[in-house]
């Protein structure tokens, strides 16, 4: 028997089954400087049981028309324990520039 076909995995765990829904469009106060936004809330459900039911996790992603991701919340067993804002929006231009010289040639 080969050496490689003798190795145990170091540590092995199964990833639970995950359901996507997304809402119905509908107004929102984005708030900072944006204002009211048409926004639909993807809902990533993971960690859940064989039957696609009770998820451990979720996190929510609220997706603006013509604006794009302004909160995103992870809830674990129901309870909010992250969450980020992006609402303040600046005008500007992007940068376009590659960190390594090789990577354009």
């Not at 540590?11 to 708030?31: H, L, R």
Request: glycine residues 8%; aromatic residues 10%.
């Amino acid at each position: 028997m080969p050496h490689a076909a003798r190795r145990r995995p170091y540590k092995s765990s199964s990833i639970g089954t995950a359901v996507n829904d997304i809402d119905a469009p509908q107004k929102m106060d984005v708030g900072g400087n944006i204002g009211q936004a048409l926004t639909r809330v993807l809902h990533y459900h993971y960690n859940c049981d064989k039957n696609y039911q009770n998820c451990r996790d979720e996190e929510q992603f609220y997706l603006a028309n013509g604006f794009g991701l302004w909160q995103w919340q992870h809830y674990k067993n129901g309870s909010l324990v992250k969450s980020a804002l992006m609402n303040d929006m600046e005008t500007g231009k992007a940068a376009a520039t590659l960190p390594c010289s090789e990577s354009y040639q």
